[in-house]
């Protein structure tokens, strides 16, 4: 089935530890997002590409970038995690449906900052 | 910031009740979505209303845009068990691919 797969599940890393999240789609959408999610809040985006042009969210911190080497993978580097970092983390692609955009979400990650 | 805000944020009913649940926006939208979020899963896309629509059904779900109030309600009928999660909208404007999740309705479904 095509699908979002997002490695691993589940991330402990330790505080200013970089870590990197990833994320594949089997879908073959243009669009790739990721987002953070803290308990009980709604989805927060943080970057999103066309293809390969990246677009990042005015209010994310400079300590996280994102790769989308091809069209099928994207990453998520946390350079130096804080305490505050630990989330849920959300990779989700989309399709164009007339002139609005589907998401498909991928499970999450849940990362955990000690 | 946040586009939508839901309401209410939380609720629980009976198995076979209805649900309702509202999310009021800000700026014009091109489209508005709905979104079902299992504790600690990813997202899964419900339904999609565009801005020229008033009304769309899937299944048990009915979902109403009114522009003019700038807002959105969904409607889960007979509800179960399995019913019981966090829902989100999400607005998307035109000519962007980029969506705003408001703030979510956690429901619950008690059997």
């Known amino acids: 089935d095509a699908m979002v797969i997002q490695n691993p599940r589940y991330q402990v890393t330790q505080f200013g530890k970089p870590v990197t999240l990833s994320c594949s789609q089997t879908?073959?959408?243009?669009?790739m997002y990721w987002y953070q999610q803290k308990s009980s809040q709604a989805p927060k985006l943080l970057f999103h590409?066309?293809?390969?042009?990246?677009?990042n969210e005015a209010d994310t911190p400079d300590n996280f970038q994102s790769r989308r080497p091809n069209t099928s993978f994207c990453f998520l580097d946390i350079r130096s995690p804080g305490l505050g970092d630990a989330a849920m983390y959300l990779c989700?692609?989309?399709?164009?449906?007339?002139?609005?955009?589907?998401?498909?979400f991928g499970p999450g990650t849940r990362l955990t900052v000690t | 910031s946040q586009q939508g805000e839901e309401d209410p944020q939380a609720l629980s009913i009976q198995e076979g009740e209805n649900a309702t649940m509202n999310c009021s926006y800000k700026?014009?939208?091109?489209?508005l979505q709905w979104y079902r979020q299992n504790s600690g899963r990813g997202l899964v896309h419900l339904i999609l209303?565009?801005?020229?629509?008033r009304e769309k059904h899937s299944g048990r779900l009915r979902v109403t845009l009114d522009t003019s109030k700038k807002s959105s309600s969904l409607l889960i009928t007979a509800s179960r068990a399995a019913d019981t999660a966090s829902y989100f909208c999400?607005?998307?404007?035109?000519?962007?691919?980029?969506?705003?999740f408001g703030t979510g309705t956690r429901l619950k479904v008690l059997a």
């Open positions: 700026t014009s939208i091109n489209n």
């Open positions: 989700a692609t989309s399709r164009r449906s007339g002139s609005a955009y589907e998401q498909y």
């Open positions: 209303i565009r801005s020229n629509e």
């Open positions: 590409y066309y293809d390969k042009d990246f677009n």
């Open positions: 879908l073959n959408h243009n669009v």
């Open positions: 999400a607005t998307g404007s035109s000519g962007t691919y980029k969506y705003i």
